[in-house]
């Protein structure tokens, strides 16, 4: 390396060297001075107040509490993936609202739970079937929108008796279709009367006149039936068993999904009914008299009936449905839900047709012959020993 290359970079690291100690030196002026506070010295700058006017702001203590990530509405049972804790402040916080999920998880909303919402021990309950019903009567069960009406049902119908308030069914509606004549608008057959008229080759004379008569005869055939020709050449009038006259209906048969359980048997008001009788206050007895012999006590509740209404709600178009198919009869089956369970699912009508086609029934050809039914497992009973008598 020559000199002059040494001198040049002595030259540049010197200048970098003086440039450093300036930007220290520049930066040491522009810290404040440090004051010295000494006590009772004239001069002396007076100590800065500890104290402000201005209130010092301070964090409330918060706690969690249970609210609901979606709205839900009344009679759906809470689980853990719809709730979540959110802190508030512990004076906004009453002994009502939920502060762990745990006393929320598997309970029943009491009203509709919006999103966001605090729970508290009164918006849930335990039981679905006391969903509402100490407040608001059946009625807080239907949900908005739909409409409830009742409808009949029996043992077979109802699940055996297995519904119960809040449950959800699907309505199994069979409609009984029959022929009718157009223009009477009454069922098929219709009833016919067949004519003969028979010429009668006498004649009256009265006077100078003859007059010759006619007469017919009128022959009523059953409504049912067909005339045929036998291979005799007769003709014979055939007509079904007497035992069956009537035309089999056409059967069709649908379903209505998700119907909600709103009541089941006849509404009774919340309480036991015996406390809105008063008591009767007894007499006081004179002295001396023999204490009267109380009445005997009222007869006995008879076993209750089980229940044969239930009620449903449903949209109101599926009501009208409903209404309609109990005003012609029809068949009403229920078929109990999952918990939980409100899908939807795509159901064809069924028919006979439906059957055979689904299904692959053959029909099996008209045979001349059948099996008779015997039944041989009948047994006489023995009849029991009379009294006195040995044992054979």
């Given at each position: ?63 969690e509490v249970v609210v609901s990530l979606q ?175 009537s035309p089999r209906p056409v059967q069709v ?16 008001l919340p309480g036991n009914p015996a406390d ?117």
């Open positions: 390396m020559s000199r002059r290359t040494i001198l040049i970079l002595i030259f540049f690291f010197g200048i970098v060297l003086l440039s450093i100690v300036l930007v220290v030196f520049l930066l040491q002026q522009d810290q404040p001075t440090a004051t010295t506070v000494t006590d009772g010295t004239e001069g002396a700058p007076a100590p800065e107040s500890l104290e402000s006017d201005e209130p010092i702001e301070t964090v409330p203590p918060m706690v709205t839900v509405p009344r009679g759906h049972q809470m689980t853990e993936d719809i709730l979540a804790l959110d802190l508030r402040p512990v004076d906004t916080v009453s002994n009502n609202v939920i502060t762990s999920l745990d006393d929320a998880v598997a309970l029943f909303a009491r009203t509709d739970i919006y999103q966001g919402e605090t729970l508290t021990y009164d918006t849930l309950v335990d039981d679905i079937t006391k969903v509402g019903l100490d407040s608001y009567g059946p009625s807080s069960l239907i949900p908005p929108g739909y409409v409830a009406q009742s409808v009949p049902m029996n043992r077979l119908t109802s699940v055996a008796y297995g519904l119960s308030e809040g449950d959800y069914v699907d309505i199994m509606v069979t409609f009984f279709f029959r022929q009718i004549d157009e223009e009477f608008q009454t069922f098929l057959p219709n009833d016919a009367n067949f004519y003969l008229e028979e010429v009668v080759d006498a004649a009256e004379a009265s006077g100078s006149t003859i007059t010759e008569t006619t007469t017919a005869a009128i022959f009523t055939l059953d409504p049912i039936g067909r005339f045929e020709e036998l291979p005799t050449g007769d003709l014979v009038h055939i007509r079904p068993n007497k035992d069956d006259l048969t649908m379903i209505i999904q998700n119907a909600r359980v709103i009541q089941v048997g006849q509404y009774t809105f009788v008063p008591t009767p206050t007894p007499e006081p007895v004179a002295e001396g008299e023999a204490t009267p012999t109380p009445p005997p006590s009222a007869i006995p509740t008879a076993t209750p009936l089980p229940p044969d209404v239930i009620v449903l709600a449903l949209q109101p178009q599926q009501q009208l449905l409903l209404r309609y198919a109990v005003d012609v009869n029809a068949q009403l089956f229920f078929a109990l839900r999952g918990v939980n369970d409100g899908q939807l699912y795509t159901v064809e009508n069924m028919t006979l047709d439906y059957l055979l086609e689904r299904f692959n029934v053959e029909i099996p050809p008209n045979l001349g012959y059948t099996v008779e039914s015997t039944d041989i497992r009948q047994v006489t009973p023995t009849p029991p020993p009379e009294e006195g008598s040995a044992p054979e």
